[in-house]
């Protein structure tokens, strides 16, 4: 169906700029001059093929953006505006007073607003979409994220994503950490940027109270 629509309307499109090319009732087109001999030259067409390349151009193009939207990309925009004023406002807050600070977030908010659209976000990413998938593909995937599976998908994954990655870079940190207070005693310099850090860790991990010491033994009793 969208196809169908997508192929109208490009048929009227290419209707609307023949008819504006036609002249005025009344008014007589100027006479055609060619050399005698010589065939004259026909009138450029568009090829009904060139018509239905862009039929499909506009189908994709439609797909694509009914993908972001029920996927949420298409929040991307608004998203990295957000997290940019948060950012600007994080910085700006240690060397501003309060009251210049919301004088000034206000001002970069309506500027940030004025040069950074979401929709231009969406514009370049459509191409982004259209490189990589094929029509049956888009299509495929609006299937997958229409369905309950896919809408929970959408809801869950943001947090599993960042969950995934908060516990990687954790187990990361803590292996790289313990590489480095194996070199310490080679690179002494390690000592001073690790800090507390460099110091040997205590049986039974980070945190762990170091073991007590061992006591001797009692002495046995006299008959």
Avoid: W
């Avoid at 953006?65 to 996927?71: A, G, K, N, V, W």
């Amino acid at each position: 169906m969208k196809a169908a629509s997508a192929l109208v309307a490009g048929m009227l499109f290419c209707a609307c700029s023949a008819f504006a090319q036609i002249q005025p009732s009344g008014t007589q087109p100027p006479p055609v001059h060619h050399e005698a001999g010589v065939p004259a030259k026909k009138p450029a067409t568009t090829s009904p093929a060139a018509i239905t390349e862009k039929s499909d151009d506009a189908a994709k193009d439609a797909a694509i953006r009914h993908l972001m939207e029920i996927t949420q990309t298409s929040r991307l925009g608004d998203n990295i505006a957000a997290f940019l004023t948060d950012r600007v406002r994080a910085a700006m807050s240690q060397r501003l007073s309060a009251e210049k600070l919301s004088k000034f977030m206000d001002t970069f908010k309506q500027n940030l607003a004025a040069t950074h659209s979401s929709d231009a976000v969406d514009d370049a990413i459509v191409p982004i979409y259209a490189k990589a998938f094929s029509m049956e593909d888009i299509e495929g995937l609006v299937k997958f994220y229409e369905s309950p599976l896919g809408q929970r998908v959408v809801k869950t994954l943001p947090h599993v994503a960042e969950d995934s990655q908060n516990t990687g870079m954790d187990i990361g940190q803590k292996a790289a950490l313990g590489v480095l207070q194996q070199m310490t005693g080679e690179y002494p310099e390690l000592k001073d940027m690790l800090g507390p850090a460099a110091a040997p860790e205590a049986p039974g991990g980070p945190g762990a109270a170091p073991a007590p010491a061992p006591q001797p033994n009692p002495a046995p009793k006299q008959p």
